[in-house]
């Protein structure tokens, strides 16, 4: 059930002719009202005798006694509605929830004979609207601060109480959504999102390129975004504020963002504070195997989370997402939309009200600025690695909001996993079909080794193991791993006893992408030349612009 208090306006009468009139396309059936401060309230819908104008003039009664007292803006409307899944609510149900809303915001607090006058309209089955109008009855304004939380609060206990959906909550970390304006002049353009969302896909994913505040500003300016930097009058910065060049007003003016409208995190403090947390002294481009390095760090994601403290774990999810912003710009061009859409699935789950201590992912962050600057694998099996931890870092960070009651960042990690489980899939094919090759290749003594291996090892799953389709992936990566001198046993106990294997599809193949990681068995990159700097200047979004001076 979720609760939308809009902007409060002026004229009474003009919402209730939307309440009572057919809709903008005649979605409006039947309405009338369900309950109202007074029995006594003419009810248009259901009395042929009362009108429009009287409910309007009895709802504005203490208005007019206030006088210029009264607020400009006295009309408070506020619409609840039910997920589309729960049942359907009868009147007076949804009478008994409109005067719970009206008392938990103050508007009109249960027993108070001065409290505002309001009525509620249903006109749908599945929602009601709440008109008031902000004069009490000893003409002095309501208490009515912070009345969406508090009617937010009180619709949860509502949706316990009433068997319904319990819709996930939102703690003001999210970035906002576009407006409608926006979204209609994206159709206008045959633009696929609007010129906020790409502005800020195109900011996150160059913060997690950047190493400092100021190559940040470098790399927008080479993306061919419009960039404005604020100063204070030492000379110091103090924001900033980008646009597409190809997005302008009415007077053919650039639409500026400042980081802050963008999303919470990309406010300049919060860039600065990001990028001045972390060490990238060890992050030059001819620094080795950051591939390698990024997927063991991504790999203990879900150990971090279990063990360290709210802050720490808010930092390592917040470099998952820096991960997966900049994951498209590096990988293979077939795999770049599943991936972006999981960068944008996982910026919600970036953010709660959770400081981050940056300082604790910082070898994290080193090997994620560092990928940029190093060539890309040739062969597809360090990127399948680094896909398979970045796949259970998402699962756990779903469980670690879940935890911590953050229901929109928990559904938003979820929707994350599911996309890098597709691009992990695509992505997984051709490395599992060659391993696969070279585990049928074995000699039949040396796979009878590993089977015993198996057994010794994982005593209880051994036998699902052996049965798998993946099994001869699994026998040729433990061959490799003996034959770089590691202990196949030992190292399959401690990619079990790392992360449960239950809910696994394969067995085999999980433990085939954990004994890579924890023995480095992925092939080392023969080239060591640093990736073309146009690289990290590559416009992240579909729509490219040019800059126009």
């Known amino acids: 059930m979720i609760a939308n208090i809009v902007k409060p306006g002026h004229k009474t009468r003009g919402v209730l002719n939307y309440l009572y009139g057919p809709g903008r396309a005649n979605e409006h059936t039947d309405p009338h009202l369900v309950a109202a401060w007074d029995d006594f309230v003419p009810d248009p819908g259901r009395n042929p005798c009362a009108t429009l104008g009287q409910l309007a003039d009895v709802l504005d009664l203490r208005v007019k006694q206030a006088g ?28 008994a929830i409109a005067r719970r809303v009206l008392d938990a915001t103050g508007i009109a607090p ?32 309501p208490r009515n601060w912070n009345d969406f939380l508090r009617a937010d609060k009180e619709l949860v206990a509502i949706e316990k109480e009433y068997g319904l959906r ?62 404005e930097i604020q100063r204070f009058p030492s000379g110091d910065i103090r924001g900033y504020k980008i646009a597409l060049a190809d997005d302008t007003n009415k007077d053919g003016q650039p639409v500026w963002f400042s980081g802050s409208t963008l999303a919470p995190d990309l406010s300049y403090p919060k860039i600065r504070e990001r990028l001045s ?31 360290s403290e709210d802050e720490a774990g ?68 360090l990127l399948t690695v680094l896909l398979d931890a970045l796949l259970l870092a998402a699962v756990a960070a779903q469980h670690w909001h879940r935890t911590r009651g953050h229901s929109q960042q928990a559904e938003a990690a979820r929707q994350a996993a599911e996309h890098l489980r597709a691009a992990y899939k695509a992505a997984a094919a051709e490395p599992l079909a060659v391993i696969h090759r070279r585990g049928t290749e074995l000699p039949e003594w040396l796979r009878l080794q590993q089977a015993a291996t198996v057994r010794r090892a994982l005593p209880e799953q051994a036998e699902q193991i052996l049965a798998e389709p993946g099994w001869p992936v699994l026998a040729a990566t433990l061959a490799q791993a003996g034959a770089a001198g590691h202990n196949p046993a030992a190292l399959l106990t401690e990619a079990t006893t790392r992360r449960e294997l239950d809910t696994a599809t394969s067995v085999s193949e999980v433990l085939t992408w954990r004994l890579h990681r924890l023995a480095d068995l992925t092939q080392r990159t023969t080239s060591r030349a640093p990736a073309p700097q146009s690289a990290l200047y590559r416009p992240v979004h579909t729509d490219q612009q040019r800059r126009t001076r």
């Open 166 to 227: 319990q819709v996930p909550r939102g703690d003001r970390t999210a970035a906002k959504h576009p407006t409608r304006a926006e979204q209609e002049k994206a159709r206008r353009t045959g633009r696929a999102t609007t010129a906020r969302e790409r502005l800020r896909t195109t900011a996150r994913t160059l913060i997690a390129a950047a190493t400092t505040p100021e190559e940040f500003f470098r790399l927008l300016d080479g993306s061919g975004v419009l960039v």
């Open 314 to 381: 808010q930092a390592h999810i917040t470099v998952l997402a820096e991960t997966l912003d900049v994951l498209p710009l590096a990988a293979p061009p077939a795999l770049r939309p599943g991936l972006l859409q999981a960068a944008t699935a996982f910026e919600r789950a970036s953010r709660s009200r959770i400081r981050a201590q940056h300082q604790q992912a910082q070898a994290t962050r080193r090997a994620v600025k560092a990928i940029l600057r190093e060539p890309a694998p040739k062969d597809g099996v």
């Open 110 to 141: 249960a027993g108070d004979p001065d409290a505002c006058r309001w009525v509620a309209v249903r006109h749908a089955d599945d929602h009601i609207h709440i008109v008031a109008t902000k004069v009490r009855g000893d003409l002095r304004p």
């Open 68 to 95: 210029h007292k009264a607020p400009k803006n006295h009309v408070w409307h506020c619409s609840i509605r039910a997920a589309p899944e729960d049942r359907r609510l009868t009147d007076d149900e949804w009478a």
């Open 277 to 307: 947390a972390t060490d990238t002294s060890s992050a030059a481009p001819s620094e080795p195997r950051a591939w390698r390095r990024l997927a063991r760090a991504t790999d203990q994601v879900p150990e971090l989370l279990d063990h």
